[in-house]
Protein backbone atom coordinates (compact mmCIF):
# COMPACT_ATOMS: atom_id res chain seq x y z
CA UNK A 1 0.00 0.00 0.00
CA UNK A 2 -0.34 0.20 -1.75
CA UNK A 3 1.10 2.69 -1.96
CA UNK A 4 1.92 3.19 -1.08
CA UNK A 5 4.97 5.70 -1.39
CA UNK A 6 6.32 4.26 -2.22
CA UNK A 7 3.44 2.37 -3.05
CA UNK A 8 2.14 2.80 -6.23
CA UNK A 9 4.61 3.97 -8.82
CA UNK A 10 2.58 3.08 -11.47
CA UNK A 11 -1.26 4.03 -12.94
CA UNK A 12 -3.49 1.60 -12.27
CA UNK A 13 -4.67 1.96 -15.74
CA UNK A 14 -1.36 -0.54 -16.59
CA UNK A 15 -1.37 -2.83 -13.99
CA UNK A 16 -0.82 -6.13 -14.75
CA UNK A 17 -3.55 -8.87 -13.02
CA UNK A 18 -2.23 -11.89 -11.29
CA UNK A 19 -5.06 -14.99 -11.32
CA UNK A 20 -3.51 -17.63 -9.58
CA UNK A 21 -0.86 -19.03 -6.73
CA UNK A 22 1.25 -20.20 -9.22
CA UNK A 23 1.70 -17.37 -10.79
CA UNK A 24 2.69 -15.20 -7.53
CA UNK A 25 4.88 -18.07 -6.01
CA UNK A 26 7.16 -17.26 -9.18
CA UNK A 27 7.41 -13.76 -8.93
CA UNK A 28 8.03 -13.77 -5.03
CA UNK A 29 10.37 -16.86 -5.99
CA UNK A 30 12.25 -15.50 -9.08
CA UNK A 31 11.56 -11.52 -8.16
CA UNK A 32 11.13 -9.26 -11.45
CA UNK A 33 13.41 -6.69 -12.37
CA UNK A 34 11.17 -3.83 -11.29
CA UNK A 35 9.03 -3.41 -8.13
CA UNK A 36 5.38 -3.58 -9.96
CA UNK A 37 2.29 -3.30 -8.39
CA UNK A 38 -0.36 -6.07 -9.63
CA UNK A 39 -4.15 -6.74 -9.25
CA UNK A 40 -5.62 -10.05 -8.08
CA UNK A 41 -8.72 -11.25 -7.24
CA UNK A 42 -9.49 -10.68 -3.70
CA UNK A 43 -9.07 -14.73 -2.56
CA UNK A 44 -6.11 -15.00 -4.08
CA UNK A 45 -5.02 -12.14 -1.93
CA UNK A 46 -5.26 -13.46 1.33
CA UNK A 47 -3.50 -16.60 0.02
CA UNK A 48 -0.45 -14.63 -0.65
CA UNK A 49 2.45 -15.82 1.66
CA UNK A 50 3.06 -12.33 3.24
CA UNK A 51 5.92 -12.09 5.48
CA UNK A 52 4.68 -10.70 8.24
CA UNK A 53 7.71 -10.45 10.68
CA UNK A 54 8.44 -6.76 11.65
CA UNK A 55 4.57 -5.61 10.33
CA UNK A 56 2.67 -4.24 13.67
CA UNK A 57 -1.09 -3.27 13.49
CA UNK A 58 -1.64 0.64 13.14
CA UNK A 59 -3.72 1.57 15.72
CA UNK A 60 -6.85 4.09 16.12
CA UNK A 61 -5.15 7.87 15.90
CA UNK A 62 -3.06 6.44 13.04
CA UNK A 63 -6.13 5.14 11.34
CA UNK A 64 -8.19 8.35 12.12
CA UNK A 65 -5.45 10.17 10.21
CA UNK A 66 -5.16 7.82 7.35
CA UNK A 67 -9.01 8.41 6.99
CA UNK A 68 -9.03 12.19 7.29
CA UNK A 69 -6.12 12.34 4.66
CA UNK A 70 -8.49 10.38 2.53
CA UNK A 71 -11.36 11.65 2.85
CA UNK A 72 -13.15 8.77 3.86
CA UNK A 73 -14.41 7.29 7.32
CA UNK A 74 -12.46 5.58 9.48
CA UNK A 75 -15.10 2.47 9.37
CA UNK A 76 -14.67 2.60 5.93
CA UNK A 77 -10.97 1.86 5.26
CA UNK A 78 -10.78 -2.16 4.90
CA UNK A 79 -7.98 -3.13 7.54
CA UNK A 80 -6.53 -4.61 8.82
CA UNK A 81 -3.85 -2.37 8.20
CA UNK A 82 -0.44 -3.61 9.24
CA UNK A 83 2.87 -1.81 8.61
CA UNK A 84 6.68 -1.87 8.79
CA UNK A 85 7.99 -1.05 12.51
CA UNK A 86 10.07 2.05 11.53
CA UNK A 87 10.30 5.43 12.29
CA UNK A 88 11.78 8.55 10.57
CA UNK A 89 15.48 9.72 11.69
CA UNK A 90 14.75 13.10 11.39
CA UNK A 91 11.51 13.72 13.05
CA UNK A 92 10.30 10.54 14.92
CA UNK A 93 7.02 10.15 13.65
CA UNK A 94 5.99 6.44 13.30
CA UNK A 95 5.85 4.80 9.62
CA UNK A 96 2.00 4.05 8.90
CA UNK A 97 0.28 3.39 5.77
CA UNK A 98 -0.26 7.52 5.22
CA UNK A 99 3.32 7.70 4.67
CA UNK A 100 2.90 5.74 1.62
CA UNK A 101 -0.02 6.91 0.46
CA UNK A 102 0.80 10.41 0.65
CA UNK A 103 4.10 9.75 -1.31
CA UNK A 104 2.37 8.31 -4.37
CA UNK A 105 -0.06 10.86 -4.19
CA UNK A 106 2.80 13.78 -3.73
CA UNK A 107 4.82 12.17 -6.46
CA UNK A 108 1.78 12.23 -8.72
CA UNK A 109 1.64 8.41 -9.14
CA UNK A 110 -2.17 8.15 -7.48
CA UNK A 111 -4.67 10.61 -7.11
CA UNK A 112 -6.62 10.29 -3.54
CA UNK A 113 -9.51 9.24 -5.07
CA UNK A 114 -8.32 6.36 -6.37
CA UNK A 115 -6.67 4.74 -3.27
CA UNK A 116 -9.58 6.09 -1.42
CA UNK A 117 -11.48 3.15 -3.68
CA UNK A 118 -8.34 0.90 -3.49
CA UNK A 119 -8.21 1.05 0.57
CA UNK A 120 -12.23 0.99 1.06
CA UNK A 121 -12.57 -2.08 -0.96
CA UNK A 122 -14.46 -0.65 -3.86
CA UNK A 123 -11.48 -0.25 -6.23
CA UNK A 124 -10.20 -4.24 -6.34
CA UNK A 125 -7.25 -5.98 -4.35
CA UNK A 126 -3.75 -5.44 -5.10
CA UNK A 127 -0.18 -6.94 -4.42
CA UNK A 128 3.02 -4.70 -4.74
CA UNK A 129 5.79 -7.45 -5.55
CA UNK A 130 9.11 -6.40 -4.78
CA UNK A 131 11.54 -6.43 -7.69
CA UNK A 132 15.18 -6.69 -7.87
CA UNK A 133 15.12 -2.97 -7.27
CA UNK A 134 14.98 -3.31 -3.58
CA UNK A 135 11.78 -1.45 -3.43
CA UNK A 136 10.87 2.10 -3.44
CA UNK A 137 12.00 5.18 -1.04
CA UNK A 138 8.95 6.50 0.92
CA UNK A 139 9.10 9.98 2.21
CA UNK A 140 8.05 10.86 5.79
CA UNK A 141 4.13 12.36 6.03
CA UNK A 142 5.56 14.92 8.59
CA UNK A 143 8.62 16.15 7.67
CA UNK A 144 9.38 14.62 4.05
CA UNK A 145 12.60 13.03 4.94
CA UNK A 146 13.18 9.88 2.23
CA UNK A 147 12.80 6.72 4.07
CA UNK A 148 14.01 3.85 2.61
CA UNK A 149 12.54 0.66 4.64
CA UNK A 150 15.42 -1.83 5.71
CA UNK A 151 15.53 -5.47 4.65
CA UNK A 152 13.62 -8.47 2.98
CA UNK A 153 10.17 -8.38 4.30
CA UNK A 154 6.44 -7.01 3.55
CA UNK A 155 6.32 -3.35 4.31
CA UNK A 156 2.42 -3.03 4.84
CA UNK A 157 -0.93 -4.86 4.06
CA UNK A 158 -5.07 -4.34 4.37
CA UNK A 159 -7.12 -6.18 2.81
CA UNK A 160 -6.97 -4.81 -0.31
CA UNK A 161 -3.64 -3.80 -0.89
CA UNK A 162 -0.66 -5.40 0.40
CA UNK A 163 2.94 -5.58 -0.37
CA UNK A 164 5.05 -8.68 -0.57
ZN1 LIG B 1 9.99 12.85 9.50
Not at 31 to 37: F, I, V, W
Not at 120 to 127: C, K, R
Not at 154 to 160: L, P
Request: proline residues 4%; aromatic residues 6%.
Amino acid sequence: MVAVGAALREGLSDMHALSSDDEIGRLLRDRPSETRTYQVTSDLAGRIPLDATGLRRMNEAELSELAEYLDVKVDQLRGPFRVVEAACPRCDRRVTFLDFVKTAIDSGAHDRVQLAEVLTGMGGTWVTIRGRDGGRPVSCANCGQSLRMPGDYSEYSSSSYAYA
